[in-house]
């Protein structure tokens, strides 16, 4: 069987590409969608951090109206400027994150690269969670829960991947996430974890 195409639409291969190893042979390269904004876990954290923020900056202006302590305003500014990165920071972290990116899938492992630093999961490894879109155009793979040296925070990251907050509440997780070629980096998953591909 020939070996997934390496040049996707999404192609991100000069990210990835000098963290390959001698002799590492790339199956695929990809990154994610950067045109997908929100995902399953902001259901719960949209409503969450309007509720935040409004009675944040509800605290904050009766605070000011009342002449308060400036240790109040203060302490009152700050929560108004969590809710606010709950709101809309978090987003265009989220955005200018993907675009720095890349995945990656070999004969020899997976893994994916965000500015200077790498996660990497092996590719015998078979404990990864795929979970698509509801209109199945977009994947995403994750392998939170596995030895990859994310376990300490596994229960906690999934519930902030994608969401912006990971990698500020948590580590980051070794997961890919609004993948537009999810078949074909399946198929790559699915090579790489064959003897005979190593």
């Known amino acids: 069987m020939s070996a997934p195409d390496a040049r996707q639409p999404d192609d991100r291969r000069a990210l990835v590409q000098p963290e390959l190893r001698p002799g590492e042979r790339l ?5 994610p969608d950067e045109a997908v904004t929100f995902g399953r876990n902001d259901l719960f954290l949209v409503p969450f951090s309007l509720l935040w923020c409004g009675f ?3 605290w904050e202006v009766s605070v000011l109206r009342e002449g308060a302590p ?12 969590i809710g606010l990165f709950f ?10 994150r993907k675009t720095r990116t890349g995945y990656a899938v070999t004969d020899q492992r997976s ?19 795929v979970s698509w879109s509801r209109d ?16 300490p925070f596994g229960a906690r990251q999934r519930g902030l991947t994608n969401t912006g907050l ?3 509440m ?13 078949e074909a980096l399946l198929r790559a998953l699915d090579e790489s974890s064959r003897p005979e591909a190593r």
């Open 111 to 129: 893994f994916l690269v965000v500015g200077s630093t790498v996660h990497q999961a092996p590719a015998k490894q078979q404990n990864q969670q």
């Open 87 to 96: 709101v809309v920071g978090r987003f265009l972290l989220k955005r200018s």
């Open 136 to 151: 199945r155009t977009h994947v995403s793979v994750d392998w939170t829960d596995s030895t990859t040296g994310n376990t």
């Open 27 to 31: 199956l695929w390269s990809g990154g």
């Open 56 to 58: 944040a900056i509800f």
């Open 170 to 182: 948590a580590p980051l997780p070794m997961t890919f996430v609004d993948v537009r070629d999810g």
């Open 70 to 81: 400036v240790f109040f305003v203060l302490f009152g500014g700050v929560f108004v400027a």
């Open 166 to 168: 990971d990698g500020v």
